[in-house]
């Protein structure tokens, strides 16, 4: 009984470090870049135009990454590219 509880501890660390590592920092970091445009300068429209292309960017790379996991099917589906 014991092996079983530590194997799904196990699962249970990986999961938990996953969803940190793939999920919660990139969202963090992607809300820190577009709230940065607000402190950037009227003037300097390149930077602000700069961080709304990475936020772009952010979003299609998690769209993407998204669907390379989900199974494929030969219909199409609502969230289908």
């Known amino acids: 009984m014991r092996a079983a509880s530590s194997c799904v501890?196990?699962?249970?660390?990986?999961?938990?470090r996953y969803?940190?590592?793939?999920?919660?920092i990139p969202?963090?970091?992607f809300v820190l870049i577009a709230y940065s445009s607000f402190y950037i300068s009227r003037a300097a429209a390149?930077?602000?135009?700069g961080g709304t292309v990475v936020c772009f960017l952010v979003i299609i790379n998690?769209?993407?990454?998204?669907?390379?996991?989900?199974?494929?099917?030969?219909y199409r589906v609502r969230f289908s590219a």
């Open 27 to 29: 969202s963090i970091l």
């Open 9 to 16: 501890s196990d699962l249970t660390f990986a999961l938990r």
């Open 19 to 24: 969803w940190r590592l793939y999920i919660i």
């Open 62 to 74: 998690f769209n993407n990454s998204v669907l390379a996991v989900l199974p494929k099917v030969d």
């Open 46 to 49: 390149p930077a602000r135009v």
